[in-house]
């Protein structure tokens, strides 16, 4: 059986439903990645934030000086805890709040129009503006906030070497210091919300540390995808400024090209899936990008720890791409070869260059 690359492979290389591939299995029938999403007892999602890459004693020991944890908050947590913490955080996402924001994103795309690579001109910082907004934490220095959460990204999904982590480490630590600081401070929405309820420091800094990357970065990644996609198709172009066609065309990205292209658990029993015995304490490499022939999609999860920014990811894609090709229906897209964002859980293209 030939090696898939678990940071490179394509849909089409998994020819098996479970393979077995670097110390991990990785899962690709529909079937069963939604029936182990469903089942969050026999398949802990423990795991979900656990670093690909081990860390180095050296990286290690930065991260104990910085006092950096990530104790179970919200989707590595299969405790009884969770259900309140995700109340809590699901509150600043009600759809009431997530479609009172459609104006504020329809003018963050007014601005960023006209740039020559719609990755770092427009889907760079948006989401991460949009998602500060809705938290109520104001003042934060967007630029250091994406260094943050791009170098955790690498750190926590990436195929990398003890040096590229000692690069990183620092911005790792840097960014859950602030997140402490800022709940003693009780500095934003969110801060007081949690300490109100009563969480503590420490799981606040855990449990914020995942929301402010999950909540932005893959949503840049989306909208990178997307807008490349769609470039791609001189039709579809031209129909994106329907709002129906935008939305349609966002769940087809979701469903084949999905930003988030796997998610983790573990076995908390022996298992057999599609035939395969696969021991206790293994880890499960899910897909969630799947085939046109799958019934639904499964880009946000599934279950008890289903993505609580589902409605934000879409509301955003979708004002994006329609205002974009409103404004810009001559717009083309010009390399046709950009560098790829290539981790474990994360992949989109890191620049979309455009003329007009
Ligand atoms: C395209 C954008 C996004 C994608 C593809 C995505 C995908 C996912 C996936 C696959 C999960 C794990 C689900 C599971 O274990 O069943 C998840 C969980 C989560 N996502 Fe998203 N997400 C996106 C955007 C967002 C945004 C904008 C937010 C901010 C509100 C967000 C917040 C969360 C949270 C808090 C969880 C953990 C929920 C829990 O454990 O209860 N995500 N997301």
Known sequence: MPLVDLFTFTRAELTEPVRFCDGRWV?????????????PVTYLPDNALTAVTPVAPAALRSLVRARFSLPPTLANNGSE?????????ASFFTPVRVAAAEPRIRELVLERLGGTDLVRDLAWDLPAIVLMELLG????????????????LEFFWGNISTERQLELVDDVGDFHQWLIKRYHARDGELFHALADAGVSAEDSAG??????????????QLLSTALRRALQDRDLWARLPDRDVAESFVEDVLRTETPVVTWRRLTAREVVLSGTRIPQGAELVLLLSGKESDPKHLAFGYGRHFCLGA??????????LQTVAAHEPSLHLLDDTPE?????????????????
């Open 340 to 356: 790829w964002l290539n981790l474990l859980s994360f992949r989109a293209p890191k620049s979309v260059a455009v003329s007009r």
């Open 207 to 220: 449990l914020c540390y995942f929301l402010l990357i999950a909540g932005q970065e893959t949503t840049t």
């Open 81 to 89: 805890s969770h259900a309140g913490l995700r109340r809590l955080v």
């Open 137 to 152: 934490l104001e003042n934060v220095d967007i630029p250091t906030l994406k260094r943050w959460s791009t170098g955790s």
């Open 27 to 39: 899962v690709s029938a529909y079937d069963d990645v939604r029936a182990i999403l469903a089942d």
């Open 311 to 320: 409605g934000l990811a879409r509301l955003e894609a979708a004002v994006t």
